[in-house]
């Protein structure tokens, strides 16, 4: 039988990012959405769900049910970067890659692939997807990969699945395997599944079974939906691959190794002017480049990454950026070749035609993103710094800052007070004395506390623990703003734990 369908499932995927970056493999450990003591458990280990935790049980209450718990967030941008990759990785085993998931949209972890005639290159299709698997094991996932006829009865079949290569035998075998997942295994809402559940209808095989004309009036179009996406003959579309991420890469000989920038600027502009002509050809434009200088007598190159306020075609805008990042480089041998490769990206109406576009605001945002851009050329990728809100338990955890890579307009419906309290937070908090002292020591003379606000609980703190076994740090703090007799106002906590004061910033 000729098999055209492979999926690869990679079970719990935020779950295996959090085990695989920490090396929590084997611990109890849990997802969460936010460093808080209310924050739900998203996801579980196996050996979590052993020790009688389950998803939706808040973080407080779970530590102190487990101890030895592991949490952690994994941001949805981290997640999106990874998942990235492996499509990337994915398409040197196969040219036709989407990310997909029946009748679920958003779904993580989960890859569809066209595994026609590859069989043949790799010995059959068992061995191409044991050289799937063997890869992605290698990265250290646990993933499921699959090889079958119809991709919703394949997908259906490997839920739950253990990690492995699993080749369907024939058709009805895969259809029955499908048949008798049931629907929550699937990750059917549960608003789906209760009232199926009251009619008996608990395995794909029942739903299937339904009158797909009367789901959409008894059930709701959500149920129709996925009867159209499980069924033999539905309404689903073909495999949609991904467009395959070809680096783009001109190389330039100098006529003669030179240390003179200007020659090196004017080798580049000819590789420039290649590049970005065969992108504009494509419809795409180039999001950041990174030029590769080859120095006489080495065998590495010197890199130079430049990145704009926005993607574009424009060579002065990369010559800028360039001759700004050569004025930081010193160069102690002579420059023999120029490599230039573009990340790219398919470019938008106003990148291809140069339209103006009236009735937007009057700042120029982007003249603004293109000064950070001369900026981080110049001075570094650090250079320019945004502050950032986080949800965390701590409040030195609280903030943080990031790289700005560009310029927002400001909110207009945002109603600002005439004064503004300002609280300037310290990186790590000071110690300012012990509990003997009857307070915190701000100057010579005793302050006035108002407060206290308490906050307790195990916590990790900011870093990962040491080993698997580690306990986490039991955090007992009660915060009060201290003034002292100057009139200054402080932001102080009292540690329980260590029966020590320390002030964590200033309030002007």
């Keep these: ?22 090396s929590w493999w084997g611990a109890p450990v849990a997802v969460v959405a936010e460093a808080s003591p209310d924050a739900p458990l998203l996801a579980l280990s196996r050996e979590a769900a052993r ?6 049980l808040r973080q407080g209450p779970a530590r102190n049910l487990v101890p030895a718990l592991r949490t952690g967030v994994v941001p949805e941008a981290e997640r ?15 040219p ?46 646990r993933a499921v990969v699959g090889v079958g006829f119809h991709a919703p009865s394949l997908f259906a079949a490997l839920r739950g699945a253990r990690p492995g290569v699993h080749v369907s035998a024939s058709r009805e075998e895969e259809r029955g395997a499908a048949s008798r997942r049931s629907l929550r295994a699937l990750g059917v809402p549960e608003r789906v599944c209760a009232p199926l559940e009251r009619l008996g209808v608990d395995t794909l095989g029942g739903f299937l ?12 179009a959500e149920a129709a939906a996925l009867h159209a996406a499980y069924a033999e003959r539905g309404a689903q579309l073909p495999l949609q691959p991904s467009a395959l991420a070809v680096p783009r890469r ?9 240390k003179d920038l200007e020659r090196v600027l004017f080798g580049a502009k000819r590789g420039l002017d290649a590049l970005l002509a065969e992108l504009e050809a494509s419809g795409e434009t180039a999001r950041s480049l990174v030029v590769e200088l080859a120095l006489e007598g080495r065998e590495e190159a010197v890199e130079l990454a430049l990145e704009p306020a926005e993607e574009t075609l424009e060579v002065g805008t990369w010559l800028e950026l360039l001759r700004l990042r050569l004025a930081r480089v010193r160069l102690d041998r002579p420059v023999e070749q120029v490599a230039i490769e573009a990340e790219v990206a398919r470019a938008t109406g106003h990148q291809l035609d140069g339209i103006v576009r009236l009735g937007g605001p009057t700042r120029d945002l982007g003249a603004a993103g293109r000064a950070l851009a ?3 050329a110049s001075l570094g990728p650090d250079a320019v710094l945004r502050p950032e809100l986080a949800e965390a338990h701590l409040p030195e955890a609280a903030s943080s800052w990031r790289p700005a890579t560009s310029v927002a307009a400001p909110r207009e419906d945002v109603a600002v007070p005439e004064v503004v309290p300002l609280q300037r937070r310290l990186t790590r908090p000071r110690a300012v004395g012990n509990a003997a002292d009857g307070g915190p020591r701000l100057g010579a003379e005793p302050v006035e506390l108002m407060g206290p606000q308490r906050v307790s609980g195990g916590w990790w703190g900011f870093a990962p623990p040491a080993s698997a076994d580690a306990r986490p740090r039991e955090v007992g703090r009660d915060y009060y703003y201290a003034r002292s007799e100057g009139g200054a106002l402080h932001y102080v906590f009292y540690d329980v734990s260590r029966d020590r004061w320390f002030v964590q910033g200033a309030v002007d």
């Design 51 to 56: 020790a009688g935790l389950r998803p939706g």
């Design 374 to 376: 001369r900026l981080r």
């Design 1 to 22: 039988p000729v098999r055209e369908e492979a999926v690869v499932l990679l079970p719990a995927f935020a779950l295996q990012l959090l085990c695989r970056s920490r």
């Design 96 to 141: 036709r890659v989407e990310p997909w998931c029946p009748g679920q949209e958003g779904a993580e972890g989960v890859f569809r692939l066209d595994p026609t005639g590859l069989g043949r290159l790799y010995g059959g299709e068992r061995n191409w997807a044991e050289t799937v698997h063997r890869y992605l094991k290698g990265r250290g996932f």
């Design 250 to 258: 001109v190389a330039v000989e100098l006529e003669g190794a030179t």
């Design 80 to 94: 999106e970067a990874v998942a990235n990759e492996l499509l990337a990785a994915l398409q040197t085993f196969s």
């Design 209 to 220: 079974a339904l009158p797909r004309g009367e789901l959409a009036h008894r059930f709701g």
